[in-house]
């Protein structure tokens, strides 16, 4: 089993309060079937993501992205000690390693995955499958130095003439350490909670699916019972909208740029 580079997402999962009901609205989605012995989505028998039954009906309906360690406990103190802190203590879960749920020093939770029997995310980066993450928040120097301390993140400042954007636009790309920073390497990036975000809006993270069709998605949701909380709209990355599904988790969809001979998927 591959070692991976700590700090680099390796899993994700939704805390539902009704499961059944989550299986038919990503099932249909992105295609997923399900481990009838696991709490796992697979994506042409890949594992993809997780949806687990919420048991605590005070815990929010949500996505969680997970990052690698090798040593979720010394991770935990390094997190304390950058400014961060901890939401549940390192914890085992059988195959699956150990877990744990921390939070950044804008609020933002992640988790964190020392791998067990299979490490995380059998498929990325293709349709159905997890393609990026973003950390939303509103104190962004605080949380760049903190995930430059804790996990290393080698960051680079978005060129915002060439994401089409105005001088205000302030987006980080992170690469993980010992690579080069650059669109190649980069698994992710920082975003600043603007006044165009509701005002109550905290400190979150943002979990991305690779689709076919950004607007088809957009669609499928709705008519799932889930709702278009951003719509589509074009970057040089493709085009990105965020949803909810219909238990009221968020997540965001990216369709990559096509090719000028490229077609549009037939569903």
């Known amino acids: 089993m591959a070692v991976r580079t700590e700090g680099t997402p390796c899993w994700v999962d939704a805390q539902l309060p009704d499961l059944e009901a989550g299986k038919r609205f990503y099932g249909e989605l992105f295609g997923w079937t399900f481990d009838p012995d696991r709490d796992e989505a697979l994506l042409d028998g890949r594992r993809a993501a997780g ?4 048991r605590d009906g005070r815990m929010p309906t949500t996505w969680t ?4 360690t090798q040593n979720a406990g010394t991770l935990s103190s390094r997190i304390k000690a950058a400014g961060g802190q901890m939401v549940m203590e390192p914890y ?12 950044d020093p804008g609020g933002a ?3 964190l995955r020392q791998a067990g029997d299979d ?5 990325t980066n293709e349709p159905g499958a997890f393609c990026w993450m973003e950390v939303y928040t509103r104190r962004p120097d605080a949380v760049d130095t903190f995930y430059a301390t804790v996990f290393g ?8 003439a060439e994401e089409g954007r105005d001088a205000s636009f302030d987006y980080r790309v992170w690469s993980p350490p010992g690579s080069r920073p650059g669109d190649d390497s980069a698994f992710g990036g920082r975003a600043v909670i603007t006044d165009d975000f509701p005002a109550e809006m905290p400190g979150h993270v943002l979990v991305y699916f690779a689709v076919h069709d950004c607007d088809e998605a957009c669609a499928v949701t709705e008519r799932l019972g889930g709702r278009v909380a951003t719509p589509p709209f074009d970057t040089p990355h493709g085009r990105i909208a965020v949803l909810h599904d219909n238990q009221g988790a968020r997540f965001a969809v990216l369709a990559e740029p096509r090719t000028p001979a490229e077609p549009a998927h037939e569903s």
Do not use: E, I, S, T
Request: charged share 10%.
């Open 109 to 111: 939770v992640f988790g």
């Open 51 to 54: 949806l687990v039954p919420k």
């Open 65 to 68: 992205l997970y990052l690698a």
């Open 92 to 103: 085992p879960v059988g195959p699956f390693g150990v877990l744990a749920l921390a939070a």
């Open 153 to 160: 993140y080698l960051g680079r400042q978005a060129d915002a």
């Open 119 to 123: 490490d995380g995310f059998a498929v």
